[in-house]
């Protein structure tokens, strides 16, 4: 997903609604005969990575209002509320995304609220775009949780400050940044 339209990248099909729409229809299958939970698809180290963090962090606790924008298979928000998380809902627009979610998190046994959603249609907003949409998404003084595998930490920053501060920027890419107050 480009966050500036003027820096586009070439177009992926990872970009695409069909594509998701499609690989999500086949781990709907699967999960239905064999219950694979299909691809995470930053890999489970990340994951588990930005959960310890969350499980680290003092300003966000159990009963902060966690959201997941393009949750896939909804794994991410499945494990938390396993940790004891309670606030946690995720957003997808592929409709066979959110009805696996919804069925990983039932065979789990956790309460986690998945609905269908185009996050990019909160905004019309031009060229950044992307960044409207989750500054709308985040509360003022709210915490956003950034993992990219197209965008570098600097180039992360540089696109999301001013609209946020960033407060930790590691090496792998995964950005922790503080929506200003205004
Ligand atoms: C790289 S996958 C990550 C899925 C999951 N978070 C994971 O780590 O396995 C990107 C996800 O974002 C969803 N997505 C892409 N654009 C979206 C949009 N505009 N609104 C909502 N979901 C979107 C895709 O359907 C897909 O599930």
């Not at 999960?31 to 990340?46: A, I, N, R, T, Y």
């Not at 540089?158 to 920027?169: K, S, V």
């Not at 590691?170 to 205004?182: D, T, V, Y």
Request: proline share 1%; with cysteine.
């Amino acid at each position: 997903m480009a966050m500036d339209g003027s820096e586009e990248l070439d177009g992926s099909e990872l970009g695409t609604k069909a594509f998701w729409d499609a690989a999500y229809s086949r781990e709907v299958e699967n999960f239905k005969s064999h219950k694979d939970v299909g691809e995470v698809w930053f890999g489970e180290d990340s994951m588990d990575r930005v959960i310890r963090y969350i499980e680290r962090c003092d300003e966000i606790t159990e009963s902060s209002s966690i959201l997941d924008v393009g949750c896939g298979n909804g794994l991410f928000l499945i494990e938390l509320a396993c940790a004891g998380y309670t606030d946690v809902t995720g957003v997808d627009y592929a409709a066979d995304a959110v009805k696996l979610a919804r069925m990983v998190a039932e065979d789990k046994k956790v309460a986690v609220t998945f609905e269908t959603a185009d996050f990019m249609s909160v905004s019309t907003f031009g060229v950044c775009r992307y960044i409207e949409s989750v500054r709308r998404l985040v509360r003022p003084g709210g915490l956003l949780l950034i993992t990219s595998c197209n965008w570098t930490a600097s180039e992360l920053t540089a696109h999301l400050c001013p609209t946020f501060h960033a407060r930790e920027d590691s090496a792998n890419a995964q950005l922790l940044i503080r929506r200003m107050l205004r």
